[in-house]
């Protein structure tokens, strides 16, 4: 019986020290960034120091990492089209960006309208000609002329075609209205080009959005490739306990029900960094995925944004100054509809010309004129369309001052909101890192429990669990410091 004992003590001894080198093995390696690309420190913090390559400061024997295979740490494929730099990004905004696009043609088509409005101000020049043939009578008698056939008077058959030309010119020269409508239509063109400034700066802001939730979609999609891998080691290991004897059916259960649980994670991951390709392309005009390099730098990506709009006040941002024109367009159609009511004076000089063609029995004759002549026309009465037009009028103004008011107050508060978010994200970053360092801390400590046989695998599965959450965590709050940095530029920014 002590010798029976005694093989069973061995034995067991033998078993966790399998286990502890196993679970030593299996622990996870921090996420070294995309593949290919080394870590780069957070904003504020110091790069780390380069490791030893001396034989002494390297460990004695590196055991052999656990080796798990599995479909899904596979990383996601690569889109079709990649930005090569911010400045490819911006050509495709000016070139394919839908909204961008329209707010360019709205621009032209202001330009159009107030090239109209100068036109009703202007000379108009028309001409016109006739041409009459007349299929029946016509005929006519003439006095003083004798006839073909005999002495007196006879009758003479008039020519069947005849042919006029006449050149009117028209001048305007009391034309309240047109004069007035000129002005207006300016302030059009200038409403035209706020918009497509506010435009640029926000599809610049939706650009540098959809990049930064790449980059962040990305780094999110590796730490879940290494948790999963993390879980299935664990899996593994859990597995092996089991077969020496010393772990039970229950500890692979929760094993298990951990890789289910990152491989879910894992699954909605890869979905966002997809779905955040997609938005990308949409808001560039592209069909599909478009992603980003490697080696983009989301801080070069705050720089060109700062480089191409300038800081300016909330009141001053291009839609509260295309808001505050709109008023004044309102206005001013008040004031047009008032002058409907003003007489006008056109001034028109015709130059024609008349001719009758017929065979050699009829007679020919040619005609010629010179008028010019001015016209005073005075609106009386038209039914009541032009106090429609005075009630539709004033009824715009109300509404745009509204508008101006709900502009302002938005733009006050996206401004505040932007800039308080910087602080907030950095704040959430602290606390987001800390949560990290204690996590860490906690895996670690129930690690070297467990291997004392003082914990329970449940503990394990949980601390490991835990710790990736906090990773998650922490690489979504530092992308995010940046985003807040980008929107509180664009919020009261003006971009060209």
């Given at each position: ?52 390559t001396t034989a002494a400061a390297a ?179 859990t597995r092996r306990r089991e077969r ?253």
């Open positions: 019986m002590p010798h029976r004992r005694l093989r069973m003590v061995a034995v067991s001894h033998l078993a966790v020290l399998a286990l502890c080198q196993d679970v030593a093995l299996a622990q996870p390696a921090p996420p070294q960034g995309r593949p290919g690309q080394q870590a780069q420190p957070r904003p504020g913090q110091q790069a780390p120091a380069a490791a030893p460990p004695a024997a590196m055991p052999q990492r656990i080796e798990v295979n599995d479909p899904a740490l596979a990383p996601v494929p690569p889109p079709a089209r990649t930005l090569a730099s911010w400045n490819d990004a911006r050509v495709m905004i000016e070139q394919r960006s839908v909204d961008f696009a329209i707010a360019v043609q709205e621009v032209a088509r202001a330009e159009g309208v107030a090239r109209r409005a100068l036109a009703a101000a202007l000379p108009s020049l028309d001409a016109r000609g006739d041409l009459t043939h007349e299929l029946a009578g016509g005929s006519s008698v003439s006095p003083s002329l004798p006839a073909p056939g005999g002495p007196g008077a006879g009758a003479i058959e008039d020519a069947p075609t005849t042919a006029s030309a006449s050149l009117t010119l028209r001048q305007p020269i009391l034309a309240p209205r047109a004069w007035y409508g000129i002005g207006t239509a300016r302030r059009s063109v200038d409403v035209a080009k706020l918009s497509l400034e506010d435009r640029r700066r926000v599809t610049v802001g939706a650009v540098a959005d959809a990049v930064v939730s790449i980059v962040t979609a990305e780094r999110v999609s590796e730490i879940n490739r290494v948790g999963l891998r993390s879980a299935l080691e664990r899996l593994e290991l020496l004897g010393t772990g039970t059916k229950l500890d692979v259960v929760r094993a298990e029900q951990d890789v289910a649980l990152a491989r879910a994670t894992l699954v909605s991951g890869d979905e966002a960094l997809r779905k955040a390709r997609e938005t990308l392309g949409a808001v560039l005009g592209e069909r599909g995925e478009v992603g980003v390099p490697q080696g983009f730098s989301l801080n070069a990506i705050a720089a060109e944004v700062q480089s191409e709009c300038a800081e300016a006040r909330s009141d001053q941002r291009a839609d509260v100054r295309a808001a505050r024109a709109e008023l004044e367009i309102a206005e001013r159609n008040l004031t047009d509809a008032k002058l409907a009511f003003a007489p006008y004076v056109d001034l028109s000089s015709t130059l024609s010309a008349r001719t009758s063609i017929g065979d050699e029995s009829t007679r020919r004759a040619r005609s010629w004129g010179w008028s010019i002549s001015a016209v005073l026309t005075v609106p009386i009465w038209d039914g009541g369309a032009r106090y429609g037009d005075l009630q539709i009028s004033r009824a715009a103004v109300e509404q745009q001052r509204v508008r101006l008011g709900a502009v302002e107050r938005t733009a006050g508060l996206e401004t505040t909101q932007a800039v308080r978010g910087v602080a907030v994200a950095e704040q959430s970053r602290a606390v987001a890192e800390q949560s990290r360092d204690l996590a860490r801390e906690t895996a670690r400590l129930t690690q070297v429990a467990f291997e004392a046989g003082t914990t329970t695998s449940f503990d394990l599965v949980e601390s490991g669990r835990r710790q990736r959450e906090a990773e998650l965590d922490l690489a979504v709050r530092e992308f995010e410091v940046v985003k807040a940095k980008i929107t509180a530029l664009l919020a009261s920014a003006s971009c060209k």
